[in-house]
């Protein structure tokens, strides 16, 4: 009789040890835990709270890329196409945004934008953009018609006219995404850290047709898949048979900081009037919820993926971006602007020229080297950018119809994070079917 205690707790022991190791079994999986992937996660256990879900992300926190080294700002609308999912998500998206923080108390502000021209084939565009804006229905846009209504709303600016736009806030989107993600895991939602994947294929099953494995050799099986990895998206479809292109090339953005007694020179957003000739914005003044005041980025090419100082190489990386076609014909189409970052890269000061264009009285010994992001950008094979969210997804056998990619999300991506969501739950529930799992 004192037997049948030892090998009782022993059969628990066992019987515990075989449910540890049982493969997990999911309806969704979602690859990257930035800004997209909780927004995406937290939308679909409000619609289908009985799914199970889990998030995988490589990192041992959420959003340590381009959700956590953004400008912060919460954009308005105003620069996009009118038509383009950018301009539609992004009016919708900035609203949702500051609804859930007005709601959850998470702290941004109201700090606004001004987008100065400072000549006369500035301010031809920028009528333009402003007939785009209004087109595209962002609330509050006004003309600021002359320098000195300018300066009434930003004293230290210098410009002939400009748009202002009320309604462009700043937050930190680490702090969205960590809501996004307590809001996930209280709804059942498991998410996984330092879990990098390293393969999407068929598991041979029909119940759960796609297995995922992480570097730690971490196996679950899923019914389907949804990918945002931002800086690794093309590798991440490329594990499902989607096509190498386009390719994502790692774009770094430099800021300076103005020093904390200069701070009060700037109080809201100040923008350029974009040039279309060129392939990114320019230089801008962003207060940031710490107080800080960010001047910048530039655009050089980042050296790896993650790489956010000349120092982070990574040979591979670097000579898959030089040797692409597509980086080729771009670099060639803008090689003295390219030259123009690059230097102004090394020799910091001549980025406050620039800056000069805007605010006059700001010198060198205002500023010092702050902090830097890098830009996921897709690239086509004949050099031009994807302007636009791009999907994509897998074809091949078993896993066709059941894993979706966002390969590209650019600014305003987090802005439009919340509405990016929402249709991306629309788009699994027409092509997952997600409305017949799990009913009640």
């Known amino acids: 009789m004192n037997m049948i205690k030892p090998i009782r707790g022993f059969q628990r022991f066992y019987s515990s040890m075989k449910a540890s190791n049982k493969i997990g079994e999911y309806d969704v999986a979602i690859v990257g835990g930035g800004i997209i992937g909780t927004s995406t996660a937290r939308e679909l256990l409000n619609i289908y709270p009985n799914l199970k879900v889990v998030l995988f992300?490589?990192?041992n926190k959420l959003g340590m890329h381009q959700t956590g080294h953004n400008s912060g700002v919460i954009h308005a609308g105003i620069y996009y196409k009118p038509g383009s999912l950018k301009?539609?998500?992004c009016v919708q998206g900035s609203k949702l945004v500051m609804d859930h923080c007005d709601k959850r108390k998470i702290p941004y502000k109201k700090v606004g934008k001004l987008i100065v021209a400072t000549n006369e084939d500035e301010v031809k565009y920028l009528k333009e953009l402003y007939e785009r804006g209004l087109e595209n229905k962002v609330p509050g846009l006004e003309l600021v018609e002359s320098p000195e209504g300018i300066r009434k709303i930003e004293p230290e600016c210098k410009g002939l006219k400009a748009i202002w736009s009320p309604n462009t806030a700043i937050i930190d989107f680490c702090n969205l995404g960590n809501s996004h993600a307590d809001d996930f895991r209280a709804k059942g939602g498991e998410i996984r850290l330092k879990a990098k994947v390293t393969e999407i294929v068929e598991?041979?099953?029909?119940d759960y047709p796609v297995k995922i494995v992480d570097k730690k050799k971490h196996v679950i099986v899923t019914k389907f898949v949804f990918t945002c990895a931002g800086l690794y998206s093309d590798k991440i479809s490329m594990l499902t048979g989607c096509p190498r292109n386009p390719r994502i090339i790692p774009f770094r953005g430099e800021y300076l900081l103005l020093k904390p007694e200069k701070r009060k020179m700037v109080k809201c957003n100040i923008y350029p009037v974009p040039n279309p000739k060129l392939p990114f914005l320019g230089v801008h003044f962003t207060p940031r919820m710490d107080g800080n005041v960010w001047l910048g980025p530039n655009a050089v090419l980042a050296f790896k993926r993650e790489g956010y100082s000349y120092f982070d190489i990574n040979p591979i990386e670097l000579i898959d971006a030089l040797t692409y076609p597509g980086f080729i014909t771009l670099s060639m189409k803008h090689l003295k602007y390219g030259i123009g970052e690059l230097v102004r890269s090394i020799i910091w000061p001549l980025q406050v020229k620039k800056l000069q264009k805007y605010l006059p009285n700001i010198r060198k010994e205002d500023c010092e080297c702050g902090?830097?992001?890098?830009?996921?950008q897709a690239l086509?094979?004949?050099?031009e950018l994807l302007e636009d969210f791009y999907f994509d997804k897998s074809q091949l056998g078993a896993l066709k119809d059941r894993v979706l990619h966002c390969r590209n999300c650019p600014s305003p991506g987090a802005t439009s994070s919340m509405a990016i969501a929402k249709m991306l739950v629309e788009k699994m529930t027409t092509e997952f079917g997600l409305n017949e799992l799990r009913k009640i």
């Open 87 to 89: 301009a539609k998500l």
């Open 203 to 206: 598991s041979g099953r029909t």
């Open 57 to 59: 992300e490589k990192e």
């Open 371 to 376: 902090p830097a992001g890098v830009r996921a």
């Open 380 to 383: 086509g094979i004949n050099g």
